[in-house]
């Protein structure tokens, strides 16, 4: 289980909507492939995720004399099936072939080529169940299976980087069913770990498991399954168990439980404790805390107190299970002593988390147990604020209730309404100011939550920061006002609604230019004559330099400059400004 940033990391997944064929690309595939047959193509296409694969296989089949296309659109695998089934009656060859692909399954797809050449004990034990299960001698050469492997190339298996797998993961699934079908004691006991905890069901039926190419147990085989699971754990191969697609399987839970607590009670405690062998920073309890299974997790408990033992991050299992949203595990871990305000090396809280993620019954759970409401991340930013910057208005609330500060800033004097400014969440910024949020507080740029507003053009932000006092000059580092700011992206609506409430139309910006100026710039004529009827000065322009009109003449604008003269505006700064070669 990779550290929590990292679930956020997207995968490259080829049959997701944005990356997978197009109905019009796998059309263009049917008509090259399958010719004349396309239009019979094409319906089995559109629900199809290794079209593909599928003209492959026609291709190199649809010549044999028994090929009924029909028959393969419905069954794409037949084709394999009838070659598997043909291997393990031909022979020693076909047997030779047939052992080489189990071995590739055993492997779970990724057979390396030195194993048949140096001296492997693990192997050659797999190579012997192998052997007895196709009824072969055991003593058979590792060599004549490197070799059935080598003459599958193409067809069955595709060799790279001196490793063999199946040429489309497809197929390997369809081995992997094949196999598991007809081997499946080979299998549970030599197979990967990976293939133990992905590839097989339990009985019971639940939901999210592919069963077209899941390994469906028998029940008779269901014990040596959890013994198995069991031996992977004790190994350090711990997500086999606690990350298994079983885990929803409460049949499965079950035996699992039953089986652990008949082990001696030192082995109950040495798995409990169990690092995962592929992240030494997880145990068994942040993992059970990630998966969320509230027995498994009481269990573990039961055999190991040792509820906030973290990762050397600082992630804590109470920190996982917030973030998770795993409710019945945040009350079993506080039940069991979890240090509440425990944080990771950044200063984040359980509370701060729930609070991000917007899982509120969490975070009532954490304020009932009087969590820090005020614990700030190491950068300042406090649960409220983060509330506040996703929009989790009932989770602000609640936050406030319990005596968050709503004026707390972070590092860079961002407030909590400055974050609900700057995502856009009105009723979270009414919230705050019912709540006593400053109006006017400026962050490090000076930026005020009102210049936020107006920056993200959202005229009911405006409105209630306006209503509650916001000082409608207030200038950043760079001296942009709310006005500057409404002007330089053409919002009229803002214009009005600053204009209408008193803002100033003559305040320049450190490069000198007014509200005005920039208007005309963008050749908005509301906005001119709004600022105009707001008091703009219409001689006055870049501080010591053009004028107003000089800006509409430049930029061409004939509407807006019999405007300003009729407003007044004075034609000899226009030639005085001509006459100085100003630009703008």
Not at 342 to 354: R, T
Not at 397 to 402: E, T
Not at 502 to 521: C, M
Request: aromatic share 8%; net charge negative.
């Amino acid at each position: 289980m990779a550290e929590l940033p990292l679930f956020r990391i997207c995968e490259c997944n080829l049959n997701s909507d944005d990356l997978c064929l197009t109905l019009d690309e796998k059309i263009l595939f049917a008509d090259v492939y399958f010719g004349d047959h396309s239009k019979k193509a094409v319906t089995m296409a559109e629900t199809c995720d290794f079209f593909p694969l599928m003209c492959k296989l026609y291709k190199r089949n649809k010549t044999n004399l028994d090929f009924n296309l029909d028959e393969f659109l419905k069954h794409p695998f037949s084709v394999f099936e009838n070659e598997l089934d043909s291997l393990f009656v031909g022979g020693d060859e076909g047997k030779y072939k047939y052992c080489a692909l189990l071995l590739c399954v055993l492997y779970d797809n990724s057979l390396m080529e030195n194993h048949f050449t140096t001296h492997d004990l693990v192997f050659n034990e797999k190579l012997e169940t192998v052997c007895e299960a196709c009824e072969l001698n055991k003593g058979t050469s590792k060599l004549v299976f490197r070799k059935a492997l080598d003459l599958l190339n193409g067809t069955f298996i595709s060799k790279e980087h001196d490793i063999y797998h199946t040429i489309h993961d497809k197929l390997f699934d369809f081995i992997g069913k094949y196999f598991g079908t007809r081997h499946i004691d080979c299998l549970l006991d030599c197979c990967a770990s990976s293939f133990i905890k992905e590839r097989f069901s339990y009985p019971t039926p639940i939901e999210n498991i592919n069963a077209e190419f899941t390994i469906t147990l028998p029940v008779k085989c269901t014990s040596k399954y959890i013994l198995r699971v069991i031996t992977e754990w004790s190994k350090g191969n711990v997500s086999v168990a606690l990350s298994n697609v079983n885990m929803k399987n409460q049949s499965f839970k079950t035996d699992l439980l039953q089986q652990l607590k008949t082990i001696d009670t030192s082995v109950q405690s040495d798995l409990a404790r169990k690092k995962d062998n592929r992240n030494i920073d997880d145990s068994a309890l942040l993992q059970s805390c990630f998966v969320g299974d509230q027995e498994i997790t009481s269990w573990i408990l039961e055999c190991d107190n040792d509820c906030n033992k973290s990762r050397p991050n600082g992630e804590s299992p109470l920190l996982i299970a917030s973030y998770m949203n795993h409710l019945p595990i945040v009350r079993l871990l506080i039940n069991h002593g979890a240090e509440i305000n425990q944080s990771k090396k950044n200063n984040v809280s359980p509370l701060f988390m729930a609070s991000q993620e917007g899982h509120i019954d969490v975070v009532d759970f954490l304020l009932s147990c009087n969590a820090n409401v005020n614990m700030c991340r190491s950068d300042g930013q406090s649960p409220l604020g983060v509330a506040a910057i996703n929009g989790h208005f009932s989770i602000a609330k609640k936050l406030i209730d319990k005596g968050a500060e709503v004026n707390k800033s972070s590092n860079k004097r961002m407030t909590p309404l400055h974050n609900a400014c700057h995502k856009g969440h009105i009723e979270t910024v009414r919230m705050l100011i019912e709540n006593g949020s400053d109006v006017n507080i400026c962050s490090k740029t000076n930026s005020s939550p009102l210049y936020t507003a107006c920056y993200i053009k959202h005229v009911s932000i405006v409105n209630a920061l306006i209503s509650a006092g916001a000082d409608l000059n207030k200038g950043d580092l760079d001296g942009f006002t709310p006005l500057y700011i409404a002007c330089s992206i053409a919002d009229v609506e803002l214009v009005n609604a600053l204009i209408d409430n008193g803002a100033s139309a003559n305040t320049y910006i450190k490069l000198g230019y007014t509200p005005l100026y920039v208007a005309i710039g963008s050749g908005n004529i509301p906005i001119v004559n709004k600022l105009i009827e707001g008091g703009a000065d219409v001689n006055i322009g870049v501080k010591g330099g053009a004028s107003p009109l000089y800006k509409a003449c430049h930029t061409k604008q004939p509407s807006i400059a019999n405007t300003l003269i009729d407003k007044g505006a004075d034609v000899t700064l226009l030639c005085f400004a001509q006459e100085h070669c100003h630009t703008l």
